[in-house]
């Protein structure tokens, strides 16, 4: 008798967490229910951009990336890049305004019968790759920078190239953005 009791207790404990709800199964098939929404991003032709760069990110995970290229994942950390944008900010080229100051200067000093007073060339920032590289192996250039995502990748993969050949000391920044 006391086996039937402890049965008893143990199908009462199953019929009080039992749900008041009966369990309705759905069938999708033809002429029955709908099935639930679905996330349909990856039916969407996306634009041309979204596809191109979401390939290359699959490419560099997937393929092994030579070391002229691999560089320019190996960026300067954002205190040493905040230092250089601090010090390439006092070598800005001069702007249009200041330019023309100073021609308006020199100009009413040759009108008032003077001499031209030239000074001293100004200490500018070179920018541009056919005058980078120009630099670069006439061996004139100190410091080269070069943003990680400059497209076509093989000019700026050639220069930093020509820096290591050449002893020219070189940097790959992560961001292209000025005084940010």
């Not at 080229?93 to 009108?111: M, S, Y």
């Not at 008032?112 to 920018?127: E, L």
Request: proline share 5%; hydrophobic share 40%; aromatic share 6%.
């Amino acid at each position: 008798m006391p086996k039937k009791v402890v049965k008893q207790k143990v199908s009462a404990k199953k019929q009080e967490g039992a749900s008041l709800f009966s369990e309705n199964k759905r069938t999708f098939g033809i002429g029955g229910d709908l099935p639930g929404k679905r996330d349909l991003g990856r039916f969407v032709k996306w634009p041309k951009y979204v596809r191109l760069q979401r390939q290359k990110a699959v490419l560099m995970k997937r393929l092994k990336v030579p070391p002229a290229i691999a560089q320019f994942a190996n960026t300067l950390d954002k205190s040493s890049a905040t230092e250089l944008f601090r010090i390439m900010d006092k070598y800005r080229p001069e702007t249009r305004e200041a330019k023309k100051d100073r021609l308006t200067v020199e100009a009413e000093a040759i009108a008032g019968g003077g001499a031209a007073t030239k000074g001293p060339k100004p200490v500018v920032i070179k920018y541009g790759i056919n005058h980078i590289t120009a630099l670069i192996e006439t061996k004139k250039a100190k410091l080269v920078i070069i943003a990680h995502d400059v497209e076509p990748i093989e000019v700026c993969a050639l220069a930093l190239s020509r820096c290591a050949r050449l002893a020219a000391l070189h940097c790959v920044l992560a961001c292209l953005c000025w005084g940010s």
